[in-house]
């Protein structure tokens, strides 16, 4: 079992910043990908940004050049950087860890946490 604690949504005017945490505990050598997904009200969920494999990372086009995932192994925490916020990157942020960086009802998911951008 993993365990995922997600911190650091809000609400946040359009042209700012957030950064996102989310720390891992539990079996977390079983993790091979970790990363940010998000939903928005009546869409699907999406990828936002993801280690895969190590160190490789994956980014949605749509917020490419605006946010950075980086991480902190020895806290066993991803961390989510955005900056240059739209309105449209209102969402639910769920951090997610597990045998893939695809969507994966196999992969353990966090609580999410609200990101709200005003314009």
């Known amino acids: 079992q993993v365990q995922l604690v997600e911190s650091g949504g809000g609400l946040v005017q359009a042209g700012g910043s957030l950064r996102l945490s989310c720390a891992a505990s539990g079996s977390t050598f079983s993790i091979n990908a970790m990363g940010w997904y998000r939903q928005a009200p009546g869409k699907q969920r999406e990828l936002v940004a993801i280690?895969?494999?190590?160190?490789?990372?994956k980014y949605s086009d749509s917020v490419k050049g605006r946010f950075t995932i980086s991480r902190d192994d020895a806290k066993n925490t991803v961390y989510l950087q955005m900056n240059s916020l739209k309105p449209e990157d209102t969402a639910v942020y769920y951090c997610?860890?597990?045998?893939?960086?695809?969507?994966?009802?196999?992969?353990?998911w966090g609580q999410g946490t609200q990101v709200t951008v005003s314009s």
């Open positions: 280690f895969s494999s190590g160190a490789v990372r």
């Open positions: 997610t860890a597990g045998p893939t960086w695809r969507y994966s009802t196999n992969n353990y």
